[in-house]
């Protein structure tokens, strides 16, 4: 026997249907290979864009947005068992405009949004599973969603009706929520200056060396979060002697020699195992140069033999500038202090076809590497190809093509991505025309899947001064950490790139 809820959404998408038309999954006219596959699914997905938007608003009807990866375990778990199921897609289809965007194409929507569902729901990690208003204002969300879940509720069979209900009588409270959150999103990612004070920045690393010992003893998973909090501890232990810092390190470096493989696949199931990889690679070539354990030496050479591997095979991937450079500047880090000059050589070799692929003198770093993907440039693009670059040209000094390419990045930096009132830097060029509630540019500096952009860009400052002696980058790395002075007391971990290069800077003064 057929229920009310039940006549009600088939009379209801038989309205939308005949008076609007059909919706489509528009997944098969995708870049990537991640989206291109969800065109199988029984979701009427549309592509991230002003049309999606468009027709939320003349429909009147909420965005359901789902941020997902390949390399996202939980991502496939509701890509086979919740998107997969024909009924929930004629839910989904009757209720809602459904938009699906690949994390790893479009990394600012999903900063964006990765921090609306922390102040949402208090939940970090992917997938995304947020609800927007026809403008892009988010207000319900979370991570991972169950097809169904009857006992607490929480299964999308039971919210999706919940929330269309809320949204269409409760108008009011939904647009006050959404444009609140937007609120606190903009204010937490705002700048807050400061000055770069010894004190203050050691009282914060004391509390990452906290964070990442309280992790030690819990047994949690590497992660890319541990990873950078290690190399921070690694950095303040090599310029201070103090063994305080090393054992933490230590640490996650036992953890990795000790489990090898095993445990890195269980800790990076929700992180990029190549990003993981990278992060861990420095860890291990520093943990080697400071306390000479071979163990170390070992699995270092071991990660760096395979992510060479990894990085010169492109034909079978998308790929994506921000995360190939971090790559490939980890190898580039990594190789002269294992004597690989081999390596370094491939590592160089990978970089050359990225920078053929994906830059233009000028013009910046383009995310998506090759024809057919979007132009739309990202800070994180060209603060990560300029790292990759100073770290090819500090192993081989005569190429200094590299630090050519470093300088023009800089500028296009100074030119595209600056504030000039507010101090930092923007995650985008200009801001996404798609959206309205996406007007104002972030300026990203704490650690997400990779580290803080402009934390990351006051570091790529400071080797930029010591390669060519010019004290203007030392003034703007210290420029650009100041701005930010006011945002990383209390969080820990996520500070750790913003702590490494604020020591370098107090350190050079």
Same mark, same amino acid.
């Given at each position: 026997? #057929? $229920? ?51 027709? !939320?608003?003349?429909?009147? *009807? ?43 194409? @479009? ?9 609306? /569902? ?10 995304? $599973? ?32 919940? /929330?269309?209900? $809320? ?49 030690? @003893? ?71 140069? !400071?306390?000479? %354990?071979? @163990? ?20 079978? *991937? ?14 580039? +880090? ?17 970089? %050359? ?27 994180? +693009? ?13 192993? &081989? ?10 300088? +023009?990045? /800089?500028?296009?930096?100074?030119? %595209?991505? &600056? ?7 923007? +995650?985008?060029?200009? &801001? %996404? ?25 006051? #570091? ?46 107090? !350190?050079?003064?």
């Amino acid at each position: 026997m #057929r $229920t009310l809820s039940s006549l009600f959404f088939g009379v209801f998408a038989v309205a939308c249907v005949s008076e609007h038309g059909p919706l489509t999954n528009r997944m098969a006219q995708s870049t990537t290979p991640y989206l291109a596959r969800a065109a199988r699914q029984p979701v009427s997905w549309q592509q991230w864009g002003r049309d999606a938007f468009s027709l !939320a608003a003349r429909l009147d *009807r909420p965005i359901l947005l789902y941020v997902g990866a390949d390399d996202c375990r939980w991502c496939g778990v509701m890509d086979r068992e919740v998107y997969g199921d024909a009924v929930l897609g004629a839910m989904i289809d009757s209720l809602f405009i459904p938009v699906r965007v690949d994390r790893d194409e @479009r990394p600012d929507v999903a900063d964006r949004y990765a921090a609306a /569902v922390r102040l949402l729901a208090g939940l970090g990690g992917y997938p995304i $599973t947020v609800f927007l208003t026809p403008d892009g204002s988010a207000f319900f969300g979370g991570t991972y969603f169950p097809l169904d879940d009857p006992v607490t509720g929480r299964g999308l069979r039971q919210l999706l009706p919940e /929330v269309a209900k $809320t949204y269409r009588e409760q108008r009011g409270s939904v647009v006050q929520r959404a444009a609140l959150v937007r609120q606190l999103s903009l204010s937490r990612g705002g700048v807050s200056h400061g000055v770069l004070k010894p004190a203050a920045v050691r009282l914060q690393i004391e509390a990452v060396r906290a964070a990442l010992m309280a992790a030690g @003893r819990s047994g949690a998973a590497l992660g890319l979060m541990q990873a950078r909090a290690a190399g921070l501890m690694l950095a303040t232990y090599a310029r201070t002697g103090d063994s305080s810092y090393l054992e933490p390190a230590r640490i996650v470096l036992d953890g990795l020699v000790d489990s090898a493989e095993a445990a890195l696949a269980e800790s990076t199931r929700d992180d990029p195992p190549g990003l993981v990889r990278a992060a861990l690679l420095r860890n291990l070539a520093s943990g080697w140069a !400071a306390t000479g %354990d071979l @163990r170390y030496r070992q699995e270092a050479q071991q990660l760096l033999r395979r992510l060479a591997s990894e990085v010169g095979r492109t034909e079978d *991937r998308a790929v994506f500038a921000d995360r190939e450079a971090y790559v490939i500047s980890a190898i580039l +880090d990594a190789a002269p202090a294992l004597g690989d000059s081999a390596t370094a050589t491939r590592a160089r070799a990978a970089l %050359d076809t990225l920078l053929k692929r994906a830059y233009a003198r000028g013009r910046g770093v383009r995310h998506v590497a090759g024809a057919g993907g979007p132009v739309r440039p990202l800070l994180q +693009d060209q603060v990560q190809v300029a790292w990759a670059c100073l770290a090819a040209y500090n192993a &081989s000094p005569a190429n200094g093509r590299y630090l050519a390419i470093a300088r +023009d990045l /800089v500028t296009v930096l100074e030119r %595209d991505f &600056s504030d000039p009132v507010g101090g930092g830097y923007f +995650d985008v060029a200009a &801001s %996404d025309p798609a959206a309205p509630a996406l007007a104002d540019r972030a300026k990203p500096v704490l650690d997400e899947l990779l580290p803080g952009a402009n934390a990351w860009l006051a #570091r790529v400052l400071l080797r930029l001064a010591d390669a060519t002696r010019d004290a203007r980058y030392r003034r703007r790395a210290e420029a650009t950490l100041e701005a930010f002075a006011g945002v990383t007391s209390g969080e820990a971990m996520r500070a750790s790139t913003y702590l490494a290069a604020a020591q370098d800077a107090l !350190a050079a003064r």
